[in-house]
């Protein structure tokens, strides 16, 4: 009698325990604890995760971290499953912006690999790079066709930029600006290392011509093997 009553006892516990973990709402996941974040919100990562009002018995920090990082502003992400009151705390690493591009009216971030990043605040210390509208018959580029070279290229012009000055983008000259003499400069869209020659034939080909009072309007250096000029009197 006394094991059974023991038995009967420890069921009823178990039982009343169990009943207390399902049925008290600390146990279901109604916020998260973020860690790291700079740009995104809690209540925005939260919705990144798809566990609301999810038992804690059934949260899987894998899918959980699967479902985090399919979401471009997020570049690595760690889950932690405690107790309450913080059941669920992520660390989140964001994708650093490294230049706003603008097309169409529309601003987006892009990292250092390319990858478009929405925009959510404004940085002016960021390089500004915009669609060429005067080349409206060209095939419109959006975030999506750039990649990592594109961007080192651009972070490379930078260097020589008019103070305040931003770049355009044309489908197929590339890279450009309006420089100081008021000369259109189109550089491609290279990587660092190559936009780098590039720079150097440009500093030569400005002596060249400056010195000898040519009247430039463009200059096409998108091909460093075969850079050209056309004058003011072409156009």
Same mark, same amino acid.
């Given at each position: 009698?006394?094991?059974?009553?023991?038995?009967?006892?420890?069921?009823?516990?178990?039982?009343?325990?169990?009943?207390?973990?399902?049925?008290?709402?600390?146990?279901?996941?109604?916020? *998260?604890?973020?860690?790291?974040?700079?740009?995104?919100?809690?209540? @925005?990562?939260?919705?990144?995760?798809?566990?609301?009002?999810?038992?804690?018995? #059934?949260?899987?920090?894998?899918? *959980?971290?699967?479902?985090?990082?399919?979401?471009?502003?997020?570049?690595?992400?760690?889950?932690?499953?405690? #107790?309450?009151?913080?059941?669920?705390? &992520?660390?989140?690493?964001?994708?650093?912006?490294?230049?706003?591009?603008?097309?169409?009216?529309? $601003?987006?971030?892009?990292?250092?690999?390319?990858?478009?990043?929405?925009?959510?605040?404004?940085?002016?210390?960021?390089?500004?790079?915009?669609?060429?509208?005067?080349?409206?018959? @060209?095939?419109?580029?959006?975030?999506?066709?750039?990649?990592?070279?594109?961007?080192?290229?651009? &972070?490379?012009?930078?260097?020589?930029?008019?103070?305040?000055?931003?770049?355009?983008?044309?489908?197929?000259?590339?890279?450009?600006?309006?420089?100081?003499?008021?000369?259109?400069?189109?550089?491609?869209?290279?990587?660092?290392?190559?936009?780098? @020659?590039?720079?150097?034939?440009?500093?030569?080909?400005?002596?060249?011509?400056?010195?000898?009072? *040519?009247?430039?309007?463009?200059?096409? *250096?998108?091909?460093?093997?075969?850079?050209?000029?056309?004058?003011?009197? $072409?156009?």
């Amino acid at each position: 009698m006394r094991w059974r009553i023991t038995s009967g006892v420890l069921f009823l516990l178990f039982g009343a325990l169990l009943l207390m973990f399902l049925s008290n709402d600390i146990f279901y996941v109604q916020a *998260i604890e973020v860690r790291g974040n700079t740009f995104l919100e809690r209540e @925005e990562v939260f919705a990144y995760t798809d566990i609301a009002d999810l038992h804690m018995f #059934w949260l899987d920090p894998e899918q *959980i971290r699967e479902n985090v990082l399919g979401y471009p502003s997020v570049a690595d992400v760690t889950v932690e499953i405690g #107790w309450p009151p913080n059941l669920l705390t &992520l660390h989140v690493q964001e994708r650093q912006p490294a230049v706003v591009w603008s097309a169409g009216g529309e $601003e987006s971030w892009l990292d250092i690999q390319g990858r478009e990043i929405q925009k959510r605040s404004e940085m002016p210390n960021l390089l500004h790079i915009r669609m060429a509208q005067e080349y409206q018959g @060209e095939a419109q580029a959006s975030a999506v066709d750039f990649d990592a070279d594109f961007v080192l290229g651009a &972070l490379r012009l930078s260097d020589i930029l008019p103070e305040g000055e931003g770049l355009r983008y044309h489908p197929a000259y590339g890279l450009g600006w309006a420089n100081e003499l008021g000369w259109e400069i189109w550089m491609g869209s290279d990587g660092s290392q190559l936009m780098s @020659e590039k720079i150097k034939i440009y500093n030569a080909l400005l002596r060249y011509l400056t010195s000898r009072a *040519i009247d430039v309007a463009e200059l096409n *250096i998108a091909n460093p093997d075969a850079p050209f000029y056309r004058l003011i009197w $072409e156009l």
